[in-house]
C-alpha cells in the first residue's frame, strides 16, 4: 500500500510563494507518475500539475508560468513550488499518482492566499 502526506501549506499574501512537499511511502513511488491537485471550498478537486518517472511535466492552464512539479525519487518526494500566488490559488492542495489512485487520498495541506 502505498500512502501520501502532504505539507508545507499555510497563509501566504498575494503575489507570494509557497513550496508544498508529499511525502510517499513504498517503493512503489519509484513506479509512479504523480500529480499535484487541489480542491476550493463548493469546488470539484482539480489537477494542477503531473510528472512523469521521467521528469515530464504537464501544468493547468490556470498554474502555468508560476507553479513547478518536482520528483525526488531517492527520497520518494514529490514537491510544487508555487509562486506569484493568486486568492484564487487558496485550495486544499493533495498528491496522488496520476492518474489518482482511488481510496489514496491524503489529508492535504490547507493554502491560504489572502492580505
Known amino acids: 500500500q502505498v500512502q501520501f502526506v502532504e505539507s508545507g501549506g499555510g497563509l501566504v499574501q498575494p503575489g507570494g510563494s509557497l513550496r508544498l512537499s508529499c511525502a510517499a511511502s513504498?517503493?512503489?513511488?519509484?513506479?509512479?507518475?504523480m500529480g499535484w491537485y487541489r480542491q476550493a471550498p463548493g469546488n470539484e478537486r482539480e489537477r494542477v500539475a503531473t510528472?512523469?518517472?521521467?521528469?515530464?511535466?504537464n501544468y493547468g492552464d490556470s498554474v502555468k508560468g508560476r507553479f513547478t512539479i518536482s520528483r525526488d525519487n531517492a527520497n520518494n518526494t514529490v514537491y510544487l513550488q508555487m509562486n506569484s500566488l493568486k486568492p484564487a490559488d487558496t485550495a486544499v492542495y493533495y498528491c496522488?499518482?496520476?492518474?489518482?489512485?482511488?481510496?489514496?487520498w491524503g489529508q492535504g495541506t490547507q493554502v491560504t492566499v489572502s492580505s
Open positions: 513504498g517503493s512503489i513511488f519509484r513506479a509512479l507518475s
Open positions: 510528472i512523469t518517472l521521467g521528469g515530464s511535466t
Open positions: 496522488n499518482s496520476h492518474p489518482p489512485l482511488t481510496g489514496h
